[in-house]
């Protein structure tokens, strides 16, 4: 510790400076940044408008641990109906192999608007999420 009187020399300052705000830029990064795998592709793809799909696929950067990876889906809008509440889509079958998950509906989804919300767990135990939009015609 400098005596009173007496000032740090420039480097010291310059290398707490520069250590300080390291901390703050790392403390202040969202953790998504850190985690291994991301979202790569999707079908239908994110603010996309597509014909009625029967299935969804989401094909991500590593393998996915399938038991611990899924899908939810909600419609939030439909045509003519401007009081419509956001409705849970259920009754569809979630799979994953490899780097693809796939999500198999019972019937093709109505016209409409619609966030897919999912979580994916890797082979290193990361879990990384997300959502999107998409519009059905």
Not at 29 to 42: G, M, S, W, Y
Not at 92 to 110: D, E, H, I, Y
Request: with cysteine.
């Amino acid at each position: 510790m400098p005596s009173p009187g007496r000032q740090r020399s420039p480097h010291l300052v310059r290398k707490t400076l520069l250590a300080s705000c390291t901390a703050v830029l790392l403390a202040t990064l969202p953790t998504a940044v850190f985690a291994h795998a991301h979202l790569e592709k999707a079908n239908p793809a994110p603010d996309s408008t597509v014909a009625k799909p029967q299935k969804l696929t989401l094909d991500f950067s590593e393998d996915l641990v399938a038991p611990l990876s899924n899908v939810e889906l909600v419609m939030t809008s439909m045509p003519g109906m401007s009081d419509h509440k956001p409705m849970p889509i259920k009754g569809f079958q979630t799979s994953a192999k490899g780097k693809t998950m796939t999500v198999a509906l019972p019937r093709p989804l109505p016209s409409g608007s619609y966030t897919l919300t999912w979580h994916a767990v890797t082979a290193d135990q990361h879990r990384v999420e997300g959502s999107y939009t998409f519009t059905v015609r």
